[in-house]
């Protein structure tokens, strides 16, 4: 999971910028072992969980200087791939840089880099029918990102500085700057079958995309012993994204019969810019007594996102009576600003109470504020005219504050850790200058297990037990119609309540140090109440409104399986995966409830060359 150079993080905690930017030759040995939580470290009470760590210990006359690489490929169709990395290597400093070009779809270094600095994922298509809007959200202004092959053409420049620095033996500095500019053009061709059982229809769009996003972000963590019995770290990031987007779209619909029943030409162009900044302190103090310890956190995020954009749509309504068809046009322009502010805390205490067992409180707080305001303005005439029915002022709070009791028994080789926590939480929302706020809140218990076994020093055996809250999000709550494609709307709905779910995993982890041979497999079942979906109205000219709905239950089951090993008579590796994804949920058609089984299956294979210094191959 995570790969050290000489003890320190490179370039965060993604195995990939190690392994594919550090030279072999500098390599001098590889050590595997599993690396406990920094409060497990810290503390000496083992809290069960393990990340399975390899640690690049570095050659002696690597460890001084400089070092780096460099490799460029091109092919037909011009297709390029160029990366560079640069190393300066010190007893009490670590200096890196990394670049990389290509026209190959491959828009970064790793999707768990992107994780680790971006926190999150969002979709940036609107909701109802494929209709395109751009999103600029707070957290995607991060490290350049790969998540595989995507669609279109995409092209990427992207960059990076670590700095790893020690000043002494009490004070440890890690900091890197990550820069990325990602272009994409896409063309697509689109065909869809609606199973209406009172009228069913087909629908064929043919759309081309750009998309253009530079992204920058600089993340810094200071680490600092106090004492033998403190410690003192502070976590910040700052970034900042700039997106161009634009699109055009050509829609039609069939009903029955294969009969027109509509057209649609929608343009629509957006541009736009993020600021965010977070940062998070955590004091750990230890007592004489072992297993007494007292933590405390502290966290803050700010973000600002402020989006232009224009919107022509024409939409033809066509009927066997040429006098009952008509026109719809729309010409907007759009300004919106969307300003958070999140801040929490959270204090634990940890006693000793027998040869084996040790009982936690805690007790956090959380809060998280959003304003939107949407502006849209009706520029079909000279004079731009302020559309009311589209524009809103919209601000929400979701806060809980969240008690709790955890009781650990640890052994050797064994972990259990059981607890429960009750949390009361409040949703605020309020249209300004209108008089309709929302004020709901809510209390829940929520329990928690967690039981880890080494089977062997490199077999691990661990199940997991808890029970979350999600509250909806500021999109879903906010009566506010999207109609960025007029034939596929997205309405929000203020009378949304957060879902509650168990979820279960157990999971199994081999690595031989020896062969190199590795398992994992993973099993999880996740039940959620007042789960959020979508209810879909479809009206009598084919126009199609999706609104966020509560319904009863939703189940998720999913299976993992990975296996890899050497092929040592061919100076190979294989690499086998099996994931299989189960969901039953409810959707709503025209206010029809409508049961829906979900089944995804994969199964992936590949081979790869082990030697690596000529030729690299998969």
Known sequence: NRVLVDGKEFFGSDPKIATQNLPADAVDKVQVFDKRSEMAEFSGIDDGEREKTINLALKEDKKQGYFGNVTAGYGTDDRYQGKANINRFSKNMQLSAIGMTNNLNQQGFSIDDYLNFMGGLRSMMSGGGGGFRLTLDSDEVGVPLDFGQSTGITTTRAGGLNLNYDFGEKTELSTSYFYNRISNELQQSTYRENLLADAPFTSEEETEQLNRNTNHRLNLTLRHEIDSMQRLSLRSNLGFNDAFFESSRNSQTFGSENVLENTGLNDYFSSGDNFRFSSGLTYLRRFRKHGRVFTADAELTASSDDRLGTLFSENAFLSGDPAASFVDTVSQRQEQINDRLDYGGRVSYTEPIGKSFFLETNYSHQNYGNELRKDFYDIRFADEVFDPDLSRH?????????????????????NLTTGVSLQHSQLKGELIDEDLPIRQSFTNWLPSLRWGYDLTTTRHLNFDYETRVQEPSLEE??????????????????DLRPEYSHDLSLHFMSFDQFTFTNIFALLSATYTSDKITNAQSIDSLFRQNTMPVNVDHDWRLSGYFSFGTP??????????TVNSTYNRGILFVNARENGVDRWNNSFDVSLENRKKEVIDAQ
């Open 394 to 414: 919209y601000q929400r709070d979701y806060l809980y504050d969240r008690g709790g009791l955890n009781l650990r028994y640890n052994r050797r080789n064994f």
């Open 477 to 494: 709550l906010q009566p506010v119609v999207d109609n960025s494609d007029p034939l596929n709307t997205y309405t929000g709905n203020p």
């Open 567 to 576: 092929l040592r008579f061919i100076k190979s590796r294989i690499n086998l």
